[in-house]
């Protein structure tokens, strides 16, 4: 069992769509993070959750909402997206945060593609 | 705020050549620094990671990376590398204490078999 999994793999969908996608971590890790990666941009930054509570909201519109039910998932619902949205959504989980160095493990990706 | 520098987008070698990729970051107070490996079709994974003591970093497959402070830079080098490093790394700062990773935007490595 990898450490990190997302789904969808891929997703189209259209501007009117609502859809979701989902993480889920198998390390026990009680940390949790959602990444936009569009080409040739650094990572961005979106949410994280640390211990279920959202602890940082990067400026993400509302058009993306993230759900944490527990510290092994995770969920980014979309709706009302616009063709600008189409990126890789990387998952990424670590444990605890601050003093140890703390790297973060990551999952495969959604590649979204937003029509 | 933070920022992260990548100074090559794109670097080219033949194997056995040597690597050295240039990563400067802006961020006033005490950080974790990370590199980051993206093999193609695969996850981004942990390269190595300075989080205190020694600045001279050892990580997975042959790569090391120097933390110095005053220039506030963490390179990332090998000595000889593989036509198997060819992939896309990212170095990442995050202060301690804090849950903000912030990421460069990469430098796509191709060797030359």
């Known amino acids: 069992e990898t450490g990190v999994t997302q789904t969808p793999r891929h997703l189209v969908m259209g501007m009117t769509n609502k859809k979701s996608l989902k993480c889920e971590q198998h390390l026990g890790h009680n940390a949790m993070y959602w990444y936009k990666q569009s080409a040739k941009k650094p990572l961005e930054l979106m949410f994280v959750?640390?211990?279920?509570?959202?602890?940082e909201n990067n400026s993400v519109p509302s058009r993306f909402s993230p759900e944490c039910p527990n510290s092994s998932h995770l969920f980014l619902h979309l709706h009302t997206l616009q063709p600008e949205d189409s990126a890789l959504y990387l998952c990424?989980?670590?444990?605890?945060?601050?003093?140890?160095?703390?790297?973060?493990?990551f999952g495969p990706g959604t590649r979204l593609t937003v029509l | 705020a933070q920022s992260v520098s990548q100074h090559n987008h794109h670097v080219i070698l033949s194997e056995a050549a040597s690597l050295e990729l240039g990563c400067n970051y802006s961020?006033?107070?005490?950080?974790?620094l990370f590199w980051y490996v993206q093999y193609p079709g695969q996850h981004l994974q942990l390269l190595l990671k300075y989080f205190s003591g020694d600045p001279l970093v050892k990580g997975i497959k042959g790569f090391e990376a120097e933390f110095i402070k005053s220039k506030f830079s963490f390179n990332l080098r090998k000595p000889s590398v593989q036509w198997s490093d060819t992939a896309e790394y990212f170095c990442?700062?995050?202060?301690?204490?804090?849950?903000?990773?912030?990421f460069g935007a990469g430098t796509r490595l191709f060797v030359k078999a």
């Open positions: 990442a700062v995050r202060n301690t204490g804090g849950f903000k990773t912030i």
């Open positions: 961020y006033g107070g005490t950080v974790n």
């Open positions: 990424a989980s670590s444990q605890d945060w601050g003093f140890k160095g703390n790297e973060q493990f």
């Open positions: 959750y640390s211990l279920e509570e959202r602890v």
